[in-house]
């Protein structure tokens, strides 16, 4: 049993769309069966897209990675324990992850 928030085996990476204003990034995956849908992450603080094609499932990462303290730290002069954001992670088949993003919450939007 994987730890994947979303699993998503066989599925395809089309492209990433951010929104400075809206503070917002949609990732856009098309499944294994074609359908298309699109994983909106709120309140953005930072994100790091390695170009690949395949993806196999989006996990929830620990806050301790050196990317995720500076984006904090570009938030907060002195970083709580208890603040709202969280790292999540795009892995690919090699079983490495190639997007990173630090955001408050996420919303899946199918049938795009």
């Known amino acids: ?4 928030l ?3 085996p066989d599925s395809e990476f089309i492209k990433p769309e951010y929104s400075p204003e809206e503070q917002a990034l949609r990732i856009f995956i098309e499944l294994w069966n074609a359908q298309k849908i699109c994983i909106l992450f709120k309140e953005v603080l930072g994100f790091y897209i390695i170009p690949v ?3 196999i499932g989006m996990k929830m ?6 990317f995720c303290v500076l984006a904090l730290k570009s938030e907060y002069e002195k970083i709580p324990d208890d603040h709202d954001f969280h790292c999540y992670e795009f892995w690919n088949v ?8 630090i955001a408050k919450a996420y919303e899946v939007i199918r049938d795009i």
């Open 53 to 55: 094609m395949n993806c």
């Open 94 to 101: 090699d079983d490495m992850p190639f997007i990173k993003i």
């Open 61 to 66: 990462a620990e806050m301790d990675s050196e």
């Open 1 to 4: 049993m994987n730890d994947f």
């Open 6 to 8: 979303l699993d998503m």
